[in-house]
């Protein structure tokens, strides 16, 4: 079995969303880069951790003495934190890596956070925030919102102000209550591999690394089949990487599925002088 057919088999689980094991899948996206990469041992070193400072809570603890625990553990004591003076490298991604150089970009933190978290007694989740990757515990006097980039608690109207801002640059009409953002709710742990993917895909794209983006482009077609603009972005991959064949199948699955794309004209452009290729091959 290579690496993506056993993502597969974690993300295409007949469970419902959150049976799907996240640590695990979110570990197995470094498998195209560290083919070697041994899983239950990156675990193994989640598990190591958790165990230290599950064994200091006294098990009456209350969330939130949990909740600062994890906090001082893991900012403080382990030292982990964003990695501000490479924030596009491709490894803040990969989870071996993060625990490796204590460093990454929100949403990898966050894993790591919310699995050390969860084995110490702590209901927390992940929260697909626009622009920033934020964790939620719910505790009995509402929902505690924290930034896995800095351990930050973060108060309603720290999360407003957030919010204005990120509509502000793109131009958009802020909303006035929180409520009416379906992108505040939890993100299920198929949301974050996305949101983790296209992390990935925007940064290899960006470095016209191909050949990478064709293994990210691979994973998110796995776990989005029925999206039609992903099987579109894999087809113009593969037609960069000279797979005529490969990218006609996906471009044309495109074209039936949305025909009247804006793009749709420019995509059967290129579909047509791929299948022209193929024509060409012995």
Partial sequence: MNSLEYFSTLVSTGEPEEGIPLTEAAMALAQDVYPALDLAEIQSTIDRLAATLRARIARDASAQQRLRALNNYFFTELGFSGNRNDYYDPDNSYLNRVLERRRGIPISLAVIYMEIGQQIGLALRGVSFPGHFLVKLKVRDGDIFLDPYTGQSL?????????????????????????????????????????MLRNLKNIYHDRK???????VQQRLVVLLPEAASERRDRGLIFAQL???????????????????????????????????ATGRLN
């Fill in 242 to 276: 000279e797979c005529p064949r490969a990218a006609v199948e996906d471009l044309s699955y495109y074209l039936l599925a949305k025909p009247e794309a804006p793009e749709a004209e420019e995509i059967r452009h290129t579909s047509s002088v791929r299948r022209d």
């Fill in 209 to 215: 690394e191909f050949e990478r983006l064709l293994e």
């Fill in 155 to 195: 108060s309603r109207e720290e999360l407003e102000e957030r919010l204005s801002q990120f509509f502000d640059q793109r131009g958009m009409d802020v909303p006035t209550d929180l409520a009416m953002i379906p992108s505040i709710e939890e993100a299920s742990p198929r949301d974050i591999l996305i949101r």
